[in-house]
């Protein structure tokens, strides 16, 4: 069960209901322990005073605010005395279109609960009201003796909550980044051919079939030195591409993506028709492709999910970690059924 990260009181107008906020992600990133070259000793951190040397318990640290000649001292209690109030509030101050936003302000993904099923019918009532208007509530509040701005979303049928940056953390990439050219002349053709490249590998947006391939290597190479084997060294990154030889790249690449199959050629076909078709009809075709897809995967996925409801909780958990399935240790039976159905019930080709 997940623990709550900050509880207090959520309003818009003279509306207020009491909310929790939890984390929306986790990361599963592998971590290491420091140890000393040649030895199995732990290396860890202390908080030392760096003029004496020695180590300083918890309870005698203060913090300290570095004027330049001298240091202003802070007392950890006194940051929570000067804003007791603001620090249980989060007060929506406004509501502004969702796509007024720019995602560079977005920092952190938090999901907003009632603090209790008796205010299941005020959070509801904000939810959906969030979604017809396809607006965000705009707010502010302190938390962990930070202040944040907010934006409260409806996700669903819950309410998440974004912290965003500030205006002045945002920085101007013109002044930051002296590499960044000009805003130049595109040749119509080179335009034209990156746009059907873009187009023949256009594909439908399914975070479930991206693996943290990364992590999987990592293992794979603690597993192998542990052994006494070794793993094999990845492909080196692509050369940048010749001015030059732009065009050739992009017909080649576009080459490629029309060989890679009948998806490829469909959507090669797509792109051809654009230059012909109106773009009503285009519209129209896209939004039929569309909702054929969408039938197809739908009927697709009732059959994995019969197939799989056929197999015992050990023979689904096994292919779910053959599939890399996150979270799969604590998923019931019915749960893995519709994991694997929704991704495809493939297997992963384990390392040769």
Known sequence: MAHAVWSGALSFGLV???VQLFSATETHTIRFNQLQRGTSDRVRNKRVNERTGEEVPLAE?????DMGDDYVVVEPGELDEIAPGRS???EISGFVDLEQVDPIFFDKTYYLAPKSKEYAKVYALLQEALTRSNKVGVATFVMRNREYLVAVKAEGDILTLHTLHWADEIRDPRSEIGTLPERGK?????????????EALSIDWDPATYQD??????????QAKRAGATVEKSEPPPRSTNVIDLMGALQA????AKAGGKAGKGRASAVAEREVRPPTELKAAAEKRRSRQAARKTAQKRSKEAELAGLSKTELYQRASEAG???RSGMSREELVQALA???????KRAS
């Open 325 to 327: 399935i996150p979270g």
């Open 253 to 256: 690449s576009i080459d490629k």
């Open 342 to 348: 929704a991704a495809g019930g493939r297997r992963k």
């Open 213 to 222: 391939t990364y992590k999987d290597k990592v293992l794979e190479l603690v």
């Open 61 to 65: 640290i203060v913090k300290g605010y």
């Open 88 to 90: 249980k509030a989060l």
């Open 16 to 18: 207020a209901i009491p």
């Open 186 to 198: 595109v040749a119509d053709r080179e335009l034209q051919t990156a746009v059907q490249l873009v």
